[in-house]
């Protein structure tokens, strides 16, 4: 388990992101402002910002992970208090993310007309 610390590029809220495995890229969503944040390399940007083929032509993990939301952070208090469904710590998904689900999102990003529609399916 490592965790990578992210800042949303579009309202700047920061969060701590944990992962079960190492991950070259990782997409997700934006815990305060749902913006969808492609995370590459340590560099954090916008998905709309990207174009699709830079991403389908990288070998890539798709690794879903759950948001800690920050301790620290004004934006984490207020949004544990609004739209907190489940505790900090605990895993958004109830089973660990295999192989077979990896490759499926693989296929999904295939077929999928852009990062947006891929991430609709998700
Ligand atoms: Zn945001």
Known sequence: MSSL???CPKCQAKAELSIDAEA???LLNCFKCK???LYFHGETTLVDE?????IQGESMKAIEGFLKTHP??????SFKNNSQTHEVGEPVSD???SEEDIADLKIDLHYSEDVLDFLKKI
């Open 50 to 54: 990207v174009e699709m083929g830079k």
């Open 35 to 37: 913006s969808p944040i």
């Open 24 to 26: 070259e890229m990782i």
């Open 72 to 77: 620290n952070s004004d934006e984490a208090e």
């Open 5 to 7: 610390r992210i800042q």
């Open 95 to 97: 089973h660990p993310i």
